[in-house]
Structures are given as C-alpha cells and as structure tokens.
C-alpha cells in the first residue's frame, strides 16, 4: 500500500486519510487482496487472484448484494496498480 502512498496503519483513522463511506468496503477487500497478487513469470504484476475473492470477503463480512458494484471497484484499483507497480521496474 505504501507504493499508492497509503499508510495502512492510518486508514481506520479517516482523519488521516478520508474515505467515501461507499468505497469503504472496497478499499478494505483491495487492501486484503494484496498479497494475492498474481506474477508474471519474467517480474511484474498481471494482476489480483480473485480465486481469493471469496475468502476474502467472508473475512470482511461484506454482504453479496454489494458484489457488482465492488468488483468494479476493485477492478478500477487492480488496473492502476498494475500500472504503477509495472511502470516502476
């Protein structure tokens, strides 16, 4: 998370780093998602796992009615990590 410039020791304070209340949940699902990274075989991240997806939410207790709109959040956040991840090497 620091590599986004995100303290994740500060993100239960919203005053160190203020949240929309909606992206709450998917901020929190992203954040567990990242040691489910998946590599390319020659470096650089392709992307997340989702087989995880579902372990994950469990963990965070995050309803189904939510999922369409959380994989797009998710989805949004995995395309500019990859490419800030991959544009650092």
């Known amino acids: 998370m620091t590599a986004f ?6 993100l239960d304070a919203p005053t160190e780093f203020p949240i929309w209340v909606e ?11 990242l040691t489910q990274l998946h590599m390319a075989p020659m470096g650089g991240v392709i992307g997340l796992r989702y087989e995880a997806l579902p372990i994950v939410l469990r963990a965070c207790q995050i309803p189904r009615v939510d999922l369409p709109e959380l994989m797009d959040c998710l989805q949004l956040m995995e395309r500019h990590m990859v490419k800030l991840l991959n544009d650092r090497k």
Do not use: H, S, T
């Open 5 to 10: 410039g995100i303290n994740p020791q500060g």
């Open 23 to 33: 992206n709450w949940n998917a901020l929190q699902v992203f954040r567990r998602m």
